[in-house]
């Protein structure tokens, strides 16, 4: 689907309005029967419908979205990467809760996979949850991403729960000119606005998904926004959705939220439950809203056939083993001010966490913590457009103005509205050198972003 300029839509793009880990006895890990391949390599794919032509891009196993793979919680997950690209990449698993080495960060975790080469990955598949896998490598990340370098892991529940579609849902939006061929960036100065794209995919066509349901009967959508840089406004209708899951990570509570939307920044995840009423012909629809006058399609269920039988009220799914308090009284708390960008009466400056420049893992750590200590993030964004920070190896709650609650789900990404500060606490028990970084590809690349150990 074609979108608006990039002038009449950036505002509106951008401005989208302690303990332990107890809630599950840890479990050993059950091997996989054969690793993962998947192979980063360049190939022609169609985006838009014929008579276009094809788009040169860069992909997993042939295909952007790569495959979506499909692992048991409890599973040892085996992954074999193999670069037949013309230039190093990684591989990141967006949002998972893994052991360090696996986290595919290079230049911190780990060091690029050169071009022709093969590496191994393993990890546990602790977290039930919905996931993207894309290369992090500072310098590249952008370029590769918004090439087609991105896919779907999906962590099954050991006992999911019951619905007759059960599907995943990935958007992009490219930046292609007439012929469909992808328009790169081009020389950067620093301080530069993230680009935005002007064709939106899901599931790698410029149309909408469709789908029929049973009449009567239930989808699970797993959303994924895999834009470099675009914050989604997502919006629901035609009959109720009910989020179930945030980042990867089941909500305390199941809820449908007010307004009948939600906002995705990039690399964010939503898991909804649809309920499709008991008469044929009813339909529910996603979709993207761009601004107040345009929004466009991206999923449309349709109800179809004889009447399934009852089920159950929608439940929370089964927690997955996140800290079962955070001790906020005793919290260690960092500032993280965001700076750089479009400047009142002068050039840009460049992009900056804490007045940090250079290479983005280079120096001290931001923070160091001890193992099991809670701290919270204090995210003060000084710049003239939304930010989304991502913290790698951990979820956190986003906190309320006076530490007296928070929100009933867990984020791996803070969004931070301009001129405004975002407080995530989490529990640091997951040990290593872990990114703290834009999530928007572009300012990661610039060098918005750093890094912190827990030991």
């Excluded at 919006?235 to 809820?255: E, L, N, W, Y």
């Excluded at 761009?290 to 929370?316: M, T």
Aim: charged content about 20%; overall charge positive.
């Amino acid at each position: 689907m074609i979108l608006p300029s990039r002038r009449r839509i950036m505002a509106a793009a951008l401005l989208a309005p302690a303990g332990v880990r107890a809630q599950q006895p840890p479990q050993a890990a059950s091997p996989l029967s054969k690793p993962i391949l998947i192979e980063a390599r360049a190939a022609d794919i169609r985006l838009r419908a014929e008579p276009k032509p094809l788009t040169a891009a860069l992909t997993y196993n042939g295909a952007s979205p790569g495959p979506t793979f499909r692992v048991k919680q409890g599973e040892q997950a085996v992954i074999r990467l193999t670069n037949k690209l013309q230039e190093e990449t990684s591989i990141h698993w967006y949002g998972m809760n893994i052991g360090n080495k696996a986290d595919g960060v290079a230049g911190l975790t780990e060091a690029a996979l050169p071009a022709g080469a093969s590496r191994d990955v393993t990890f546990a598949a602790r977290d039930a949850g919905a996931y993207l896998y894309q290369p992090c490598v500072p310098g590249r990340t952008a370029d590769q991403i918004e090439r087609g370098l991105y896919g779907a892991l999906i962590v099954e529940e050991r006992q999911p729960p019951e619905a007759d579609l059960d599907v995943a849902v990935v958007i992009d939006d490219w930046r292609l000119d007439d012929q469909s061929a992808y328009v790169p960036a081009g020389a950067s100065q620093p301080g530069d606005l993230p680009r935005l794209g002007n064709v939106l995919t899901v599931n790698g066509s410029a149309k909408a998904a469709e789908a029929t349901v049973p009449t009567g009967g239930r989808a699970r959508l797993r959303l994924f926004n895999a834009c470099g840089a675009r914050i989604l406004t997502i919006r629901f209708a035609g009959v109720p959705a009910t989020i179930v899951a945030m980042d990867g990570q089941p909500s305390s509570s199941a809820f449908q939220p007010k307004g009948a939307g939600a906002i995705m920044t990039p690399g964010g995840r939503i898991e909804l439950m649809i309920d499709l009423p008991g008469e044929p012909g009813q339909q529910f629809s996603v979709l993207a809203e761009l601004s107040a006058e345009v929004s466009v399609p991206l999923v449309i269920l349709k109800s179809d056939g004889p009447r399934r039988a009852a089920l159950p009220p929608i439940a929370p799914l089964p927690p997955n083993p996140l800290p079962d308090r955070l001790d906020l009284a005793r919290a260690q708390r960092v500032d993280l001010t965001i700076e750089g960008g479009p400047q009142s009466g002068g050039k840009p400056a460049p992009w900056t966490l804490n007045r940090r420049t250079g290479p983005v893992f280079a120096g001290d750590p931001f923070f160091r913590a001890k193992r099991g200590a809670t701290v919270v993030l204090s995210f003060h964004n000084k710049t003239t457009i939304p930010q989304a920070m991502r913290l790698h190896g951990h979820h956190g709650r986003l906190l309320f103005a006076f530490d007296d609650g928070y929100d009933p789900f867990w984020i791996d990404t803070t969004l931070v509205q301009q001129g405004r500060t975002a407080r995530l606490a989490f529990v640091a028990d997951n040990p290593g050198k872990w990114a703290l970084r834009s999530a928007m590809a572009e300012l990661f690349d610039a060098g918005l972003g750093g890094w912190f150990e827990v030991a």
